[in-house]
DNA sequence: GTGAAAGCGCTAACAC
DNA sequence: GTGTTAGCGCTTTCAC
């Protein structure tokens, strides 16, 4: 195995001393622009690259940062992960991605990771079954930035980053009004979700102050499976729904199984509406289903954003919310 | 802030050599019992985690893996990422991951970025368009093993981990003929790629051999709305192909949303069967697509246990193919 | 304009 | 059973 180009071995060559090199090679203005360009032209020869777990030491600060999610597979935070790994490249960090399984305990090894790795910060997705946010306050007070995101804390002193919840449920609740439908189904995922109880509350807020006369019927479906069931029943009663309501890209992926199964025609005999990621989910059908988008990639960049303003010295607490907006597909 | 707990301040405070701690902290056999009890302690109390720059400085080597692929919001990657983070967390490894975009100008950087961070092992599955793997042999000669998945060079010493891209479209195959169908409309994608090649060799090897009065028409969609558009045009014909071949789950999605427009009954009107990774697209459907199973998450599992055998002292090149198995719908 | 030395946190060879 | 020392690669202060 060939030898590593250091400081050291390169200084010897050159009868210089390691500071000399050192300060050369980072255009130091006290040296000689002769010694400067002997020293360059050897550490490109010899593929010279600073070791960076000697500038971490030194530094007490390294140039990763940590991720860390409930599951890296799902419809959203892949596209998060891609955005943050993206922008971190360009701006010279490394991403370590950690994902925690839904297990809170999991999740205080990946904390603990960060802090071990001397990450330069850490964005995070709590569990749905995070109760203790103590340890992320410690990593903030070891001056490790921290940014949650999606699956945020109730606590409010921290910087959060959220897709508009509320929003993405008032705009798909104003298109089935716009549509004229009356008979709604409506499927949330999983009640126990802080986003269920945030995108339930919106869209039935809207109908209660617009649509008297429209009739909401509202399910929780905990799995795809569950969702195209209660399609399955809906469907057979005498008063058929018109417009079905689907949370998330989840839920419509077990709404549409439903729909296939009854061959009910689209837009025809039932419209559908969708809050999605990317658009990925509603896109693979035909006619494609009209969406309200709430973008993991875009998130990704606005807490990626938010992570460098504070490393900036911009260390207030924030929240910031990432609108959501209509994208029209044929299935209304 | 409160200070970092290390071995020289906790050995202030017991009046101890920082070496003397050292030794107690990783229980050594030299140190007393009563010592080893108050250091242990002493550092519990003051939460002591080791530095791991400080280590990784000591050893060059750290205790993470890089793992680089083209793309990470991709139908198979995500699932391996997701196996192989899992794998290393419990190794006691971090996983650092970094995306080429197909771009072999980034893979370059993102191969030094490893390199600078000095990781104990690289994952990778190279873009469509590298052609040069002399910069992943230098790592290789840097004492960082690399293995090769998915996407892998042509180079052949070297260790590489693969799907079984001919058994699958093997199997994919004698489905079709045991189903009796004989006008076989078989969709394969972009035709530059190697995994293209191999599949589509494979599945016309065996129709050679087998099922000569079967006609297969065979056409390469670099893009899901390019098999949606085949699936138009051939289903205009007299003679309508009496089932579909996809190559992958992206194909398959571009198919599916044909057979939909065309209000084609599956399996009555046309079979569908397809190559998938974890067989979540062809599950969306009803029925739900036959697929054959060329499993992401199995892949990482097959790779990091390749790694780790490496790094225990197995550093024999090696090639390994994960099987398929075919996983039955109700779709032929 | 250049060099010597200290120190980041840790480990291990070598005293005693 | 414990301490001293040197060194991993780098930066920076202080000397000259």
Do not use: W
């Amino acid at each position: 195995m060939k030898q590593q180009a250091t400081l050291k071995n390169i200084s010897k060559m050159l009868n210089l001393s390691i500071s000399t090199v050192s300060r050369a090679l980072k255009n130091h203005p006290d040296i000689s622009e002769e010694t400067k360009r002997k020293v360059l032209e050897l550490a490109t020869i010899m593929e010279y690259e600073p070791n960076a777990h000697a500038i971490s030491l030194r530094t007490n600060k390294s140039n990763a940062f940590g991720l860390i999610v409930p599951v890296i597979s799902n419809y959203f935070y892949h596209s998060f992960i891609s955005a943050v790994e993206e922008l971190s490249r360009k701006a010279g960090y490394s991403l370590i991605t950690l994902q925690s399984s839904d297990d809170p305990s999991i999740e205080l090894d990946n904390i603990k990771l960060c802090r071990l790795n001397r990450v330069a910060g850490v964005f995070v997705a709590i569990t749905p079954f995070t109760q203790n946010i103590e340890p992320f306050l410690k990593l903030i007070a070891s001056d490790i930035p921290v940014i949650f995101f999606d699956k945020v804390p109730d606590y409010e002193a921290c910087n959060k980053v959220c897709v508009a919840d509320e929003e993405a449920a008032l705009i798909a609740a104003e298109q089935i009004v716009k549509h004229r439908k009356k008979n709604i189904l409506a499927i949330f995922g999983n009640e126990g979700l802080s986003i269920t109880r945030k995108r339930l509350a919106a869209f039935e807020e809207y109908f209660k102050k617009n649509n008297s006369d429209g009739a909401i019927t509202t399910v929780f479906a905990s799995s795809p499976a569950e969702a195209t069931q209660f399609v399955l029943d809906h469907y057979k009663n005498k008063t058929k729904p018109d417009v079905i309501f689907s949370m998330s890209d989840e839920i419509l992926t077990g709404v549409m199984k439903g729909v296939q199964k009854l061959k009910l025609a689209v837009p025809a005999d039932t419209g559908i509406i969708s809050i999605s990621n990317d658009g990925f989910i509603p896109r693979l059908y035909d006619p494609e289903i009209t969406y309200v988008e709430t973008s993991g990639y875009e998130l990704g960049r606005l807490a990626f954003k938010r992570m460098m303003d504070h490393l900036d010295g911009k260390t207030f607490v924030q929240q910031l919310i990432l609108s959501s907006r209509l994208v029209e597909g044929g299935s209304l």
